[in-house]
């Protein structure tokens, strides 16, 4: 699927010749992900069309002579078009001339040199793995290199306290929005490659790889899970704030962070608790999947009735967990993704609300104005499409800030009583709420092609792309548009 680019600022700087250029500030899924010229950019284009040929998404032309400012905005427009639509190939996301060009411009927008360098991997109780990586690695080869150890992790001693499930050890105004349409999805067909390409692994696949090897993941399995930046809390709390993508570089990712309290986590990556059963085999994995159980139902993303809990409870001490996670299945939000508590307008303008998502639902406790609270499920299959909108200000004094998370709302179009509707969530963790719904659209559309033989073939667990008709972006003063999704 399409990811969640935009330019929203652009500056002129001098260049060598006593002339001017234009850097665009590139962010993804909320956060400034590098700095680019023009010129880069084209010359990366011309480099993925000899290999590619006219599978890639029109380029914006070049001009000889100074711009206007409106084509300065229509230039701005069509390059986060292209970044967004060439994107959408899998194939193209694995291949050399793709992701080198990627870890350059990071490497180069935070002044950061491909050197050795040690990170740390924390996993869902809280340990963390000490994993040595170039900076330049990627996410998924980091995760990657996790697996292929003969070491099996075992997770420590855990207790049950008190009913809980326990571990015991220039300013510029901003107004843009990211659409999404349902209506037109279709199975991703892996299509035909006929040119050559060179494929390896991605940054982040680079630094998952690492992860992997360390832990003993069957690597097959790696799809399954992901590296995410997590923000912990004094308190214990903590906050998924998005997934690193296969070609983002984690090293850079953390260092570049303006949020206090950052971290790389490893925590699984699907929403549909039934694929668990695919995992089973493999002992790693179990044990991941096992610890993130405990944490969610500590952390209360996870609500066991008591019942369930002393049964748990019983099953923990036992150390059975095949068992706990078969118990686990039938726990109110088991493997559902929360986010922190926001704003919605549903009932009213200004109700409070706490949201977990998974398991194809998008599950609201909202709080009245009268304190009373009331549980509200919107079901995916009657979500039309959604639309992810920032109202801010970016600051351009030495340069734009690193991330764009003020002011964000989610809204999404519902069919309620046999008409749409729209509902509106205020919350900064909306990339991540977009990127929830994505996969959980991914998820049922591998479904129905293993259930459809007749549909168009998907060859890996979990495509990355769906079909996408238009893209239309103006993020200086305007809006970003996706449709067709």
């Keep these: 699927m399409k990811m969640h680019f935009c330019i929203p600022v652009s500056q002129q700087r001098p260049d060598a010749l006593g002339g001017r250029y234009v850097l665009y500030s590139v962010y993804l899924d909320g956060f400034l992900f590098c700095k680019v010229r023009y010129s880069q950019l084209h010359r990366w284009n011309e480099q993925l069309r000899r290999v590619f040929g006219n599978c890639l998404p029109p380029f914006p032309p070049k001009y000889y002579l100074a711009m206007t400012a409106s084509m300065a905005d229509e230039r701005r427009d069509q390059l986060e078009q292209y970044l967004q639509n ?41 340990r963390s793995i000490k994993v040595e990586i170039l900076t330049s690695d990627t996410a998924e080869r980091v995760l990657e290199s996790y697996t292929e150890n003969t070491y099996s992790y075992h997770p420590p001693n855990q207790t049950v306290s008190q009913g809980n499930l326990q571990t015991s050890d220039k300013k510029v105004p901003l107004s843009a929005s990211y659409n999404c349409h349902l209506e037109n999805l279709e199975p991703w067909s ?16 680079r630094v998952a790889e690492v992860v992997s090897h360390k832990i003993g993941l069957c690597q097959e399995l790696l799809g399954y899970f992901g590296l ?24 850079v990712s953390l260092r570049s962070s303006e949020v206090e309290n950052f971290k790389v986590g490893l925590r699984k990556w699907y929403l549909d608790p039934s694929l668990d059963s695919r995992l089973m085999d493999c002992r790693a994995a179990v044990d991941l999947i096992y610890v ?23 099953l ?16 109110w939000h088991y493997g559902y993704v929360q986010l ?15 949201l977990s998502v998974g398991n194809d639902e998008i599950s609201c406790c909202i709080t009245l104005p009268d304190n009373r609270t009331r549980d509200v499920i919107f079901q995916m299959n009657r979500v039309k499409c959604w639309q992810v909108t920032f109202l801010g200000t970016l600051l351009d004094t030495d340069g734009p800030q690193q991330t764009l998370n003020q002011n964000l709302e989610l809204r999404f179009q519902y069919s309620e009583e046999s008409h749409w509707q729209w509902f509106v969530i205020y919350t900064k963790q909306a990339f991540l709420l977009s990127s929830c719904l994505k996969k959980m659209i991914s998820e049922k559309m591998v479904k129905l092609a293993a259930e459809n033989p007749e ?31």
């Design 316 to 331: 923990q001490k036992e150390g059975n967990q095949t068992k706990f996670l078969e118990l686990s299945q039938e726990v």
């Design 340 to 354: 922190d508590p926001c704003t919605c307008d549903y009932p009213e303008p200004g109700c409070g609300t706490v």
């Design 292 to 314: 993130q159980a405990i944490q969610d139902i500590e952390k209360e993303w996870a609500k066991p009735t008591e019942v369930q809990r002393q049964k748990l409870e019983a």
């Design 228 to 251: 995410f930046l997590i923000r912990s809390y004094k308190e214990g709390k903590l906050s998924v704030i998005k997934k690193l993508v296969d070609f983002e570089l984690p090293y």
């Design 86 to 126: 060439v994107t959408m190939d899998p194939n193209m996301l694995r291949s050399d001339v793709f992701v080198d060009f990627l870890k350059l411009v990071q490497l180069d927008t935070f002044s950061i040199t491909t050197e050795k360098a040690s990170l740390d991997i924390f996993l869902p109780d809280g």
């Design 190 to 205: 892996k299509g035909q490659l006929t040119h050559r390409a060179i494929y390896r692994w991605t940054p982040a696949q």
């Design 455 to 485: 549909m168009k073939d998907y060859s890996s667990f979990l495509p990355r792309k769906s079909k996408i008709k238009t893209a239309e972006v103006d993020c200086g003063l305007g809006t970003i548009k996706e449709e067709g999704l």
